[in-house]
């Protein structure tokens, strides 16, 4: 039970961390390769690109689960803490819908590409493990939002704040 606790709790650093020290490494090799060799290879573009892909859709779900979402709040400085609360999960509410239905039609592109059979250009692997970056960080974004429903439906109950998430300005 204590891994995944620990899973849970650093999956997205973790896989943060892989996926940029990726597109650190093979762009500073493409770039080494473009300026000492005059040469550079596709397959170094595509795995910068798609470890981009990758780093923003496991940043939004980390984003969802920290609280650390862009959003304007100082209507919730001035709320007590049940309609706050309330609010928080109104918002969380409607981002379980967006994500729901974005999530169905991700897999939907994946589901043409794994039909066809497309493959990269550089890479000559199939796009289905590129593709499935988008329905994977909005599954990750759905577990994240369950979770945030179930603390802050226990804060509701308890009376107690709601996780905020951190300041970026105070």
């Known amino acids: 039970m204590d891994i995944l606790r620990r899973i849970d709790r650093d ?28 040469y550079s290879s596709i397959w170094g573009e595509e795995i910068v690109r798609y470890s981009f892909i990758y780093l923003a859709w496991i940043g939004a779900a980390a984003a969802v689960k920290e609280r650390a979402h862009i959003r304007i709040d100082v209507l919730m400085h001035y709320l007590p803490p049940r309609p706050r609360a309330l609010l928080y999960i109104f918002g969380d ?24 059979g497309s493959v990269t ?20 974004m759905v577990w994240r939002l369950l979770q945030s429903f179930a603390c802050d439906l226990r804060s509701l109950r308890d009376g107690t704040p709601v996780f905020e998430g951190d300041k970026l300005f105070d």
Do not use: Q
């Open 11 to 38: 999956a997205e650093r973790w896989l943060l961390l892989t996926f940029y020290v990726m597109l650190v490494i093979t762009m500073a090799v493409e770039v080494l390769r473009r300026e000492i060799f005059a």
């Open 93 to 116: 509410l409607v981002m379980f819908a967006v994500a729901i239905i974005a999530l169905y039609w991700s897999f939907e592109t994946v589901h043409v590409s794994a039909k066809f």
């Open 121 to 140: 250009d550089g890479l000559r692997v199939s796009k289905v493990w590129f593709l499935m970056a988008v329905p994977a960080g909005f599954a990750l």
